[in-house]
Nanobody, 116 residues
Framework: QVQLVESGGGLVQPGGSLRRSCAAS????????MNWYRQAPGKERELVSS????????NYLESVKGRFTISRDNAKNTVYLQMISLKPEDTAVYFC?????????WGQGTQVTVSS
């Protein structure tokens, strides 16, 4: 059974930092592209960042470029999202997402709230 277990969400003040983690099990992690999505209240889910299976190619939503960094450790079956200079508009539920071999999997989602 495939599981994507997320951690690292919570409440942070504007300008603060958080690191999201997503630990995968039940799949050959190194063959999956990994993504972070987010969904704010009343808005559609959007792709925040992606990283290819080998970690070479990374992409970011324009509004988070320079503030968010995606990375992965294939030895630990884990993908990370380092978020700095957080803004209130980054408030959303963040989801880990795996895609590969014709399959997609989602993490449970974790709330990130940026507020003073």
């Amino acid at each position: 059974q495939v599981q994507l277990v997320e951690s690292g969400g919570g409440l942070v003040q504007p300008g603060g930092s958080l690191r999201r983690s997503c630990a995968a099990s039940g799949l050959t992690f190194s063959t999956y592209d990994m993504n972070w999505y987010r969904q704010a209240p009343g808005k559609e889910r959007e792709l925040v960042s992606s990283i290819t299976s080998n970690g070479i190619s990374r992409n970011y939503l324009e509004s988070v470029k320079g503030r968010f960094t995606i990375s992965r450790d294939n030895a630990k079956n884990t993908v990370y999202l380092q978020m700095i200079s957080l803004k209130p508009e980054d408030t959303a539920v963040y989801f880990c997402h795996a895609r590969g071999r014709g399959y997609i999997y989602w993490g449970q989602g974790t709330q990130v709230t940026v507020s003073s």
